[in-house]
Nanobody, 121 residues
Framework: QVQLMESGGGLVQPGGSLRISCAAP????????MGWYRQAPGKERELVAT???????TYADSVKGRFAISRDNSKKAVNLQMNSLKPEDTAVYYCNAVVRHYAGHPFYNYWGQGTQVTVSS
């Protein structure tokens, strides 16, 4: 079992920046992919950005050019730098990690508890 630990988030004005981070402690052999999803009130959870262990990234069209995902494989951590934030970016942001605990074992999908990001003046 992996308890993803999220940090960051909070209240920021439109046009501002925020950085959220997530770490995956515990016994882990590899993490092929990590990412961030978000869920706004009354809406379904949606992908924000993902990154593989090799550094390949994907972004939602709505955040391209504004958000940047990065990871530190040695710390089993993923970060999301959010710039030029808009009110429509307001949501609970969830960390996600696809984890293999031991070589040759199955992959497991883990979620963090979520961190609130509010963009408002």
């Amino acid at each position: 079992q992996v308890q993803l630990m999220e940090s960051g988030g909070g209240l920021v004005q439109p046009g501002g920046s925020l950085r959220i981070s997530c770490a995956a402690p515990g016994s882990i052999f590899s993490i092929p992919a990590m990412g961030w999803y978000r869920q706004a009130p009354g809406k379904e959870r949606e992908l924000v950005a993902t990154i593989t262990s090799g550094g390949s990234t994907t972004y939602a069209d709505s955040v391209k050019g504004r958000f940047a995902i990065s990871r530190d494989n040695s710390k089993k951590a993923v970060n999301l730098q959010m710039n030029s934030l808009k009110p429509e970016d307001t949501a609970v942001y969830y960390c996600n990690a696809v984890v293999r605990h031991y070589a040759g074992h199955p992959f497991y999908n883990y979620w963090g508890q979520g961190t609130q990001v509010t963009v408002s003046s």
